[in-house]
């Protein structure tokens, strides 16, 4: 492989290839980072934790691939205290 080649991002090494995506995944990891230092693993039942993950599922619906999925997950293991039809609704 051209260590040339790879720094252009002509050679894909398992990693996001489309910028926008890059750029997301990265953005989730910082707040991923920041919200784990805020909360632990799971975020508050109150308007704090509500806006937050609101933030998170914001990100995860600019995803390329399957971002209601991503966002189902993110519900269930974010907040497990919001029912399935709030859960929905934030979705929507």
Do not use: C
């Not at 509500?50 to 600019?62: G, W």
């Not at 189902?72 to 929905?88: M, N, T, V």
């Amino acid at each position: 492989m051209n260590r040339r080649a790879a720094r252009r991002g002509n050679v894909r090494r398992g990693g996001p290839t489309d910028k926008g995506e890059l750029l997301r995944a990265l953005l989730l990891g910082d707040l991923r980072r920041l919200f784990r230092h805020r909360y632990g693993f799971t975020f508050p039942d109150d308007d704090a934790g509500l806006e937050d993950l609101t933030l998170l599922l914001f990100v995860h619906s600019l995803a390329l691939n399957w971002p209601r999925e991503k966002m189902r997950l993110a519900i269930r293991k974010q907040a497990p205290w919001l029912s399935e039809a709030q859960g929905d609704d934030l979705i929507r």
